[in-house]
C-alpha cells in the first residue's frame, strides 16, 4: 500500500507542477464566468446606433401604431404606395433609412404580405418588435368590429403576465420553492463536467502508460512495485489531479464572477434591496404591483431564481458529484490504462476506443432525455446501468431521486469498477511489457486467459 502512495504523490506532483496545469487553472474559470456573465452583459446592452424605417402603408390603417424605442425610429411616408416603394429601392443608398417596411393593403386578410427592404440583414429584434406591434393592432382591429364598448380600457385590463411558481414538498411535509430551469442548469452542467473530466483525464492516463511503455522507463519501474500497483497509483494520483482542478476552478469562477457582479452590475444588488417584497392584490384577486415599474418586476424574477437555487440541497449534490466523479473516472480510468498498455502509440489506440466511448456519448445523448423527463423509464435505467450512471444520475439528482435508487447506482457502480479494475489489470500486467507487436482483440483475450 506504501507504494501505491508513492506512485499517487509522484503522479500528482508530477502534473501540478507542469504549465499546462497552470495555465488551464486559470483559463478554465475564466472561460466559465464568460460563460456566466456574457449573456447578462450582452442583455443588458443596447444596439445604440439608431435606426431609421421608413413605412410605406398602403392598407392606411397602422400610422403611428408602431411604437418607437431609443433607438429605433419610425418615419410614414405619405405616398403609401407600391411607386413609392418601388422609387425607394433606386435611391436607397442616398437616403439615411435603415430599411424599408412594406404593408400592403390586403394584409387584413393575408398577414404574411408585410415585407422588410434593406441592404443589410435586419436584426431579429427590428423584424420581432415590428411583427409584435402589426400582430396586436391587428387583433385590436378585429375586436372593434363586435363594437365592443370601451374596447381599449378592456383590453388594457385584461393584460396578464403568469410566472408559475413551483413548490416541492419535502418529506416532512414542509414545502420549498423550486425551479425547474435551476435544476435543469444544475443537472447538466454536472453530468457534462463529469463527461469532460472522464475523457480529459482518462486521456492523460493512457498517454502516461504509452510515454512509459516506449521509454521503457517502465521496465524498471515495475522492477521494484506489481504491474497492478503501478496501475492504481497512476489512475488515483490523476484522479486526484482531476478533483484538484475541479476544485480550483469552482473557487476561482466564484470569485471571478463576484468580483465581474460587483463591478460590471453595480445596479442590481442595490436594486434588489430597494424592491418591496410585498405584491398588492386587486380586487378581483388578480396580482399586481401597480407602485411597482416594469424593471422592478425584473428585478423580482431574479430574486425569484435565487431563491429557488436554495431549493437544491448542494451538500448532496456535492457528495454525489465527488463519488460519481472518482466512481467514473477509476472504471473509464482503469479501461484506459488498458489500452495504453495494449498499444505502443497513441495512433494505434482508435481500434480500442469504440468500446471506451460508446457508453460515454450514450450518456450525453440520454442526459438530455433525462433533463426532459428525469423519472421516465430510460433515465431510470440509465442512471442505474454502471458505464453510464455517473453522468445520467448526476442530472436526475436535482430534481429529486429516491435514496434507494441513489444506493444501487452506488453499489453496481463500485462492483463493476472492481471488475474492470481487474480486467484491466490482467491486460496491463502482459500488455505493458509488450513491444513492436500489433494487439488485436483476439490476443487481448489470451491475455485475459493467462493465469498469473
Known amino acids: 500500500m506504501n507504494k501505491i502512495s508513492l506512485i499517487i504523490l509522484r503522479e500528482y506532483l508530477t502534473r501540478v507542477k507542469k504549465k499546462t496545469f497552470l495555465i488551464m487553472s486559470v483559463v478554465g474559470p475564466l472561460l466559465f464566468a464568460t460563460l456566466m456573465i456574457a449573456p447578462a452583459w450582452l442583455a443588458q446592452m443596447e444596439d445604440t446606433e439608431e435606426k431609421l424605417i421608413a413605412i410605406i402603408d398602403s392598407s392606411k390603417l397602422f400610422h403611428n401604431t408602431i411604437p418607437e424605442t431609443k433607438y429605433l425610429k419610425f418615419d410614414y411616408l405619405d405616398k403609401p404606395n407600391f ?5 425607394l429601392k433606386k435611391n436607397f443608398d442616398q437616403t439615411d433609412y435603415y430599411a424599408v417596411l412594406y404593408i400592403s393593403h390586403i394584409i387584413a ?14 436584426s431579429l429584434a427590428v423584424k420581432m418588435h415590428i411583427a409584435n406591434a402589426l400582430e396586436k393592432e391587428i387583433e385590436r382591429g378585429k375586436l372593434k368590429a363586435y363594437d365592443i364598448e370601451d374596447l381599449d380600457r378592456i383590453l388594457e385590463s385584461i393584460k396578464t403576465d403568469i410566472s ?3 413548490i416541492k414538498w419535502t418529506e416532512d411535509g414542509k414545502e420549498k420553492e423550486s425551479s425547474v430551469e435551476i435544476a435543469m442548469i444544475v443537472g447538466y452542467l454536472s453530468g457534462f463536467l463529469i463527461y469532460f473530466f472522464i475523457f480529459l483525464f482518462g486521456a492523460q492516463v493512457m498517454r502516461g502508460v504509452i510515454e512509459e511503455k516506449t521509454s521503457r522507463i517502465v521496465e524498471v519501474i515495475i522492477s521494484s512495485v506489481k504491474p497492478f500497483q503501478l496501475m492504481m497509483g497512476k489512475i488515483i494520483g490523476i484522479a ?46 388578480s396580482t399586481l404591483a401597480p407602485n411597482q415599474p416594469a424593471s422592478d418586476q425584473e428585478f423580482d424574477k431574479i430574486k425569484q431564481i435565487f431563491s429557488s437555487i436554495s ?16 466512481g467514473g473516472f477509476l472504471l473509464y480510468g482503469s479501461l484506459f490504462a488498458a489500452v495504453g498498455s495494449a498499444v505502443d502509440s497513441e495512433a494505434d489506440t482508435q481500434q480500442f476506443m469504440l468500446p471506451i466511448t460508446i457508453p460515454l456519448i450514450l450518456a450525453i445523448v440520454v442526459m438530455m432525455n433525462a ?8 433515465a431510470f435505467w440509465f442512471s442505474i446501468i454502471p458505464f453510464t450512471s455517473p453522468i445520467v444520475m448526476m442530472v436526475r439528482i436535482p430534481f429529486g431521486v429516491p435514496y ?19 480486467l ?7 500488455g505493458i511489457l509488450m513491444y513492436g507487436k500489433k494487439s488485436s482483440y483476439k490476443e487481448i483475450g489470451k491475455w485475459l486467459r493467462y493465469r498469473n
Open 311 to 326: 431549493s437544491i440541497n448542494f451538500g448532496v449534490m456535492f457528495l454525489s458529484f465527488l463519488f460519481y466523479f472518482l
Open 109 to 122: 386578410n393575408k398577414p404574411s404580405v408585410v415585407q422588410l427592404y434593406s441592404n443589410k440583414q435586419p
Open 83 to 87: 411607386n413609392t416603394l418601388n422609387t
Open 424 to 430: 484491466a489489470a490482467k491486460i496491463y500486467k502482459t
Open 164 to 166: 408559475i411558481q413551483t
Open 240 to 285: 486526484m489531479v482531476g478533483l484538484t482542478q475541479f476544485l480550483l476552478w469552482i473557487v476561482l469562477t466564484a470569485g471571478i464572477v463576484t468580483i465581474a457582479k460587483t463591478a460590471f452590475f453595480p445596479d442590481l444588488s442595490m436594486k434588489t434591496e430597494q424592491m418591496a417584497p410585498e405584491t398588492v392584490l386587486s380586487p378581483g384577486g
Open 404 to 422: 434507494w435508487e441513489i444506493t444501487l447506482s452506488i453499489i453496481l457502480l463500485i462492483l463493476t469498477f472492481i471488475f474492470t479494475t481487474w
Open 371 to 378: 433533463i426532459q423527463n428525469p423519472e421516465g423509464a430510460i
